[in-house]
């Protein structure tokens, strides 16, 4: 082993943790500017954070990190497929190769037509106006083209788009689970609307204070392992989850006092996101050993706290009480059941963000199919609204009144997030996945959950996703962890019993 | 005019500007540190805060930063005591010449040192022992020696310490003022004391609700013009102002619920601060002429709105109905005038941040005294708690009980920060100052501030001050605006009428 390929290595790490100082300095700058920033700070604020980005990405374009790189590729130091040389080199090589492929007119290109779509796009959904907003979404398309060419692919240049949120996923990967995904969610949804039960949903929108909606939601965020000494939870118009750093991970939620569900599961979905980011290995910040996976990966995390674990009859029988205690007036003649089922009320409805857990992928899909046709040309742009609406019509049953309620509701595309949305639907399909296995290595998660038991999941999650930091790929963890690629078969399992439960079938 | 050097001064201040925004981000960090920040998160802070002043002090020392300064320096653009290109040149020259002649050798060993002693003398002010500080605060003050002989100075090496603070003062220009100012002090404190009267100070310390209490000060600030638009106010262990740029200025507080003056004059101190930094020309942020001049000055606004404002009888002409109505209990059966008076009780006292207004200079003067003799070698450092003791008894007829409530009680010989106290003083000089003459023009201030008006006088200080940003020093500014240089007549004026109204002579 060569004295130079280790001193490369250790060289390598220390530029790339000072870049991630750096990255560390803006979570906070976007973390304040959504949380306490006053009104009027908001143009320093936006060149705060251009300043720190620029310093971010000219320090990892630097031929120097290119030349560390090769020294390492090219020493005994790689060797295997998970050593800590061969994750090192993989991940800051993708994002080194990635950043220096891109030519700077295009990256500033990219942000000046991104900004100005954004702002088209808030204003088109105002009025609902497609073409108004068309000849942005074109711009951006084209620009997103003329990115996924300059970094290169393989096969597909969607690939290109994917490989940002979720490296290692490809196209026909994911086309075929999601193909059959969707068709056995149209029939459960079908079931679910053939047994001709509803549950008393006005439970959720009777009134909750929010300073109880507060205290009960920083209690269930502490009952499943969030850790508040290395943790917040602030209010927010969007709410998100930021790591700071190691010690310092926040989360954000906000409060409706006539609706139960959005604070608080909320709280836990993002407590979800925080409790793997308090998870991951803290003396390795700024290496990828110590950063997250993919987006796919971080959304299990949270998609399995606020619905797996959250939405279950066995949580509530263990948080319910508390609930009661908090909510006298609201909850006080209602049994757990009743609160359970409302809780888990399923209805196809228009607007994503507002989905149940059995109808949501079904949202993911579709833009995942409109996103791929747009982005191969297969679908012209102005077709965009027609083809959203025939495709909801016939996956959920309905038809958008307009574009706002369909193919105008979502900002990602404005800003050139393409290839985002499927990390929401693997986020479910790992979640699940993790889950059973989970459950058949611990021994009845369920029982455990009903004496308000979280650690032993908790633990397991680090255990065996956390602590790796990024070593392995989406894929190749998910098939290390549970002995399988990702299918749909563990999600199909746990809705299906979950709902068939709930509504009889 | 040649364009060279217009082209140089826009590359300079480009520079310093965004040397600015770095500086900014720190001090949105340091804000969130002191407010908000999970308590884990202190290490990665100090990296962050570590990283982002390594960047920040390797820009200013950049040569080219040498070179432009030369070029400007040396054309026809620097004409003239105040145009917009000597002002420029001037501070940041002296922030330059004052960092490129400190060796890199020095900087780190102040630092290392200062941390350490910081925490040193926590722990022998909680056992008031002396003698384990000793060696430390030697250590201090040799390498602040060091400090003064690298950078330079005038005369005598304690300029140079001042110099930071506050530009443009001099041992000789301050030490004429303060002696004779601590000569009347001490007459005045007599007279009080002679008076044999005293205020019923129990009202003060009556309970008050916090959440009144943070409404309350709210209130006080918007009115006296801090603008929650473009600031906010939050809770912190010891209250601080920081500007982080334009838009968006901090001011923070802390709460008794049995003290009605810390939070709420604290607020009225930090707003006084507050109000200052949003008046500098945002336009003009990371210039010197976006900058505020010295830490006297800013002193000035501060004490100015807490104690010429807030402690007058005229102010609680106005406020003291909406006080009672906040605070029913306490204040019910309480009249104005018996308010008034228990917020200016003046009481000789041990500790500096307690002390009342009449009091407060004396325990700079005295600190002043000590830092003068101990720089010069006077004093050795073994002498320093007899020494104390003894002017303690001289100015304030009182005797420490032991160093913690001597000479141990402050932070800021330990950090280094010698030549930082007169700026104090200075403070309250200035502020007497510039009030009477705003009184002079604006035609009675108080008969506005019985009305709630202080838009006036807001605007005088804006006029006056704010918009120059560091166009002029502090001494040439106060001579600017009130026709006379410095001296502490009107301060004496100012306490001698109120008080003598108060007590009685």
């Known amino acids: 082993m060569s004295q130079s390929a280790q001193d490369a290595l250790k060289k390598l790490v220390d530029k790339t943790r000072e870049i991630s100082i750096l990255d560390s300095c803006s979570s906070l700058l976007g973390w304040d500017e959504r949380t306490y920033m006053p009104r009027q700070g908001a143009d320093h604020r936006a060149e705060q954070l251009a300043f720190l980005a620029g310093l971010s990405h000219s320090r990892l374009v630097e031929p120097e990190i290119g030349d560390l790189l090769n020294t390492v590729k090219s020493s005994d130091l790689v060797n295997g497929a998970s050593s800590d040389a061969t994750v090192i080199v993989r991940e800051i090589g993708r994002a080194y190769d990635r950043a220096v492929k891109m030519p700077q007119s295009l990256v500033e290109e990219l942000t000046r037509v991104t900004t100005i779509a954004q702002g088209k796009w808030g204003e088109a959904r105002a009025k609902s106006d497609f073409a108004a907003f068309k000849p942005w979404l074109e711009k951006v398309i084209n620009l997103k083209k003329q990115e996924a060419e300059a970094v290169g692919y393989k096969e597909d240049p969607y690939n290109a788009m994917l490989d940002v949120y979720e490296p290692g996923a490809t196209v026909t990967s994911i086309d075929e689970t999601f193909t059959k995904h969707r068709v ?93 980011d308090q998870g991951l290995p803290g003396d390795q910040f700024g290496s990828p050993l110590g950063e997250y996976i993919s987006l796919g990966i971080h959304e299990s995390q949270s998609r399995m706290w606020e619905n797996m674990v959250g939405r279950s009859r066995a949580f509530w029988t263990y948080m319910y009480p508390k609930a009661q205690q908090h909510f006298p007036k609201a909850l006080g003649d209602v049994s757990a059941d009743a609160f359970h089922w409302a809780i888990n009320d399923v209805r196809p409805s228009f607007i994503r963000v507002e989905a149940d857990e059995a109808t949501y992928n079904l949202h993911i899909l579709l833009r995942f199919e409109m996103e791929r046709a747009f982005f191969s040309g297969d679908l012209k742009v102005d077709d965009i609204p027609a083809a959203w609406n025939e495709k909801f019509k016939s996956y959920f049953g309905l038809t958008p009144k307009d574009d706002a309620q369909g193919c105008l509701q979502d900002v990602h595309w404005s800003a050139g997030l393409i290839g985002y949305f499927p990390t929401y639907a693997l986020g479910n399909l790992y979640a699940a996945q993790f889950f059973a296995k989970a459950d058949a290595d611990l021994g009845g998660l369920h029982a455990q959950f009903a004496k308000g038991e979280f650690a032993p999941l908790k633990r397991w999650l680090h255990d065996n996703i956390h602590c790796h930091g990024r070593r392995y790929l989406a894929n190749q963890l998910i098939e290390r962890v549970t002995g399988k690629p990702l299918s749909h078969d563990a999600l199909m399992a746990y809705m299906n019993k979950k709902f068939g439960e709930l509504y009889g079938f």
């Open 184 to 276: 056995e969610l149209v029939k459960l949804l079908d079931k679910i609307k053939g047994s001709g039960k509803e549950p008393d949903t006005s439970i959720i929108t009777r009134e909750y204070p929010v300073e109880e909606q507060k205290k009960f939601g920083h209690e269930a965020a502490t009952a499943i392992g969030f850790d508040f000494e290395r943790g917040r939870l602030d209010i927010t118009t969007h709410p998100f989850c930021t790591g700071i750093g190691p010690g310092d991970t926040r989360i954000t939620t906000r409060y409706d006092a006539h609706h139960f569900n959005g604070a608080f599961f909320g709280i836990l979905h993002e407590a979800g996101h925080g409790i793997y």
